[in-house]
């Protein structure tokens, strides 16, 4: 009887050490993956065009270009109700030299939600994602275009990522 008990152990024995072992690495594996996943950061950058479609003396017709790009191995998914493109009114009377815009310009001329009506959007990772807008402008003035893009994320502190781009439709001296 006694040997049996040892054969059993002897045969056994190695087995649950390898399915404890492995499930507690398994365990370790996920616990440390989580870890990086929470300190790791979305990582976007962006470039705009604009584009002069058709132009009359009064308006302007105009295609705006937005890439992003997600640098980050994890996909970011957008809050699409928060993603705006904003068109603000600029009166430049500066002279030579550096210059900064505002961040709070008031009021938009313009603001649109394009994306609005979508339930889910993702940046994914390590791609280029090209958002286009179409928009209407008048003639002989200054803007400055702000397009916003934000993450939904699960917490109360989303990040944001603007990209900014000026357009002169006034006429050419």
Known sequence: MFSKILL????????????????W???KYKISE?????????A?????????????????FLAI?????????????????????EVHSISLNVGPGFMKIPDDLGEPVHRGIPFGGYKKLVLEPETDSTFNAYMMLETG????????????AEDDNPYSWVS?????LRPSI
Do not use: C
């Not at 950058?45 to 003396?57: A, C």
């Open 8 to 23: 059993f152990i002897r045969d056994w024995l190695p087995s649950l050490a390898i399915i404890v072992g492995g499930s």
């Open 25 to 27: 690495v398994l365990w």
């Open 34 to 42: 989580k870890q990086r996943q929470k300190k790791e950061m979305p």
């Open 44 to 60: 976007i950058t962006s470039k705009m065009s604009i584009s002069v479609l058709d132009s009359t003396r009064e308006h302007s």
């Open 65 to 85: 270009n937005s890439m992003w790009k997600n640098h980050s191995p994890m996909p970011v998914p957008l809050d699409t109700s928060k993603i705006l493109v």
């Open 141 to 152: 003035q200054m803007y400055l275009v702000r397009w916003t893009i934000t993450e939904k």
């Open 164 to 168: 900014e781009k000026l357009v002169d």
